[in-house]
């Protein structure tokens, strides 16, 4: 099992000027690459490329499932160096194909009008129980394949509000969620490493919300999901060593597909630190 830290996972090596390589974490059962993942490297990929500015929004696409067994190479294209912001493409490869890709701007830090909306009631993340200390529980009497993901390296530590929804017997929920999260591993003082990993896990729940009210799971027969796109807007710095309330809503889910939304909020003093906004496939075959 891979031990490594999160950060050290999604290091890259670089190939050429703009061409970087990334590897994914050995895991039994792992059979595609996790999205949030593939955000992390390509933004880092970005980042290789670019000096003193920070990123303030990204846009992507997930085009093909990843292979875990292989590495990624990332493709930088450096689209423009303007006088304020700088916007870079990335295109992740492989088996020849394009898995995935990423347009991303950097802007100098500028000072300039401020507002935000208020962050929304939730209990405090030391009243609510880690999700696998509450999965495993559930899971107790499971089959193995359906448990092997807890042993797994968990790198994002995640508390639900209100507890996961049941596998099993999913009930009928509102199709909104918060979560509490943070980063388990020391991040370091790196600001652009907590962009890395904050981007890292905003993939993480966001598609289960629009999932919600429809009364399935990720474990109900003949059930398919998959992040098909993903926006990220950062609007502060942050430490992601620190919590941070995962609040998430699902306006609609139509033609196969949930769209969904996630705003970002420090629990030390409120501040708005990102925004998201995801479109996922969320498709029930029936058996033949």
């Not at 495993?136 to 042993?151: H, M, Q, S």
């Not at 980063?183 to 890395?196: G, N, S």
């Amino acid at each position: 099992m891979d031990t490594k830290t999160l950060c050290e996972t999604l290091k890259l090596e670089r190939l050429e000027v703009n061409l970087f390589r990334g590897t994914t974490p050995d895991e039994e059962g792992r059979q595609r690459i996790y999205g949030g993942q593939v955000i992390a490297q390509s933004l880092l990929a970005a980042y290789e490329t670019v000096e003193a500015r920070v990123c303030h929004s990204l846009h992507c696409y997930f085009i093909r499932p990843g292979d875990p067994n292989i590495p990624i190479v990332f493709e930088v294209d450096r689209s423009r160096d303007g006088g304020s912001f700088t916007t870079r493409r990335v295109i992740a490869v492989q088996h020849g194909q394009q898995i995935f890709n990423l347009a991303a701007s950097f802007q100098n830090e500028e000072d300039g009008f401020e507002h935000q909306s208020d962050m929304p009631a939730a209990p405090h993340w030391d009243t609510v129980e880690d999700d696998i200390v509450s999965a495993a529980r559930r899971l107790k009497d499971a089959p193995p394949t359906a448990r092997a993901w807890l042993d797994r390296p968990q790198p994002i530590e995640m508390r639900s509000v209100g507890g996961e929804p049941d596998e099993v017997k999913p009930d009928r929920l509102p199709a909104r969620q918060q979560v509490w999260f943070r980063a388990r591993d020391t991040i370091p003082a790196d600001p652009r490493m907590h962009q890395v990993i904050l981007a890292y896990a905003s993939d993480m729940s966001l598609l289960g919300t629009a999932i919600r009210p429809h009364a399935v799971g990720w474990q109900t027969p003949g059930m398919q999901t998959a992040s098909l796109d993903h926006a990220m807007w950062f609007h502060r710095p942050t430490d992601f060593n620190e919590w941070h309330l995962y609040d998430q809503e699902s306006p609609s889910a139509s033609g196969g597909r949930g769209f969904n939304l996630g705003y970002i909020y420090r629990a030390s003093d409120g501040a708005l630190v990102a925004s998201c906004a995801q479109e996922g496939l969320m498709r029930q075959r029936k058996p033949k």
